[in-house]
């Protein structure tokens, strides 16, 4: 950690004049994730259906409300806790599940209930139960992107559920975009928070209070992302 950096000046993007820093570190490199998970690897079309998988974290925060801005006629969201729920709730999801069992049927009967008709799109950093369980509720040729795997490195997926509706099962890491990709995501995601469109929950640190914030973190008494700040 240093208040000052050396970066690569190709590396660096000018913000917005009215974006705020600390508004647009709490969004990050996680709301650049789903916003390409979203767009570029997933193929969000104007008037689809989305989940949101883990909506209650930085990365599910971020892709419903860029879900709704990218045209998602309905955006459903699922999370594991009931802070997590709320937080999907005020980032302005349609319908809120909650992923509190991993029975795999459970969850799907759960999801498919919150869906409007046909789902389109998954959006999961989670993998595990809920992702096996979302995938029962895609419509034919649905794709899911995964790009974490917080609930199980390891899925119970059906192969008959991914075979029968010829569905489409892809991965996502920020780590395969190009420069000028990441430059471009991260624009849009400062454009977005400067128009009061996107946004986190998160708390403004002093970089001298850094450790006791960790530990409030490790006890789960956080109310967000963590930014720390200087003078």
Known sequence: MAELACVPAGDVVELPGDAG???VAALGLSAVAAYQALTWRGELAAGEQVLVLGAGGVVGQAAVQLARVAGARRVVAAARSAAGRERAGKAGADAVVALDTDDVAELAQRLSAACDGPLDLILDPLFGAPAAAALRVLRPHGRL????GSAGETSP???STLRSRSLRLLGYTN???TREQRAAAVAKVAELA???RLH????AIPLEEVASAWERQSAGTTTGRLVLTTP
């Open 145 to 148: 992107v995964n790009l974490g």
């Open 157 to 159: 997926l059906d192969s």
């Open 21 to 23: 820093p600390v508004a």
């Open 200 to 203: 986190v929950d998160h708390e």
């Open 194 to 196: 400067a128009s009061g």
């Open 175 to 177: 780590n395969e975009l």
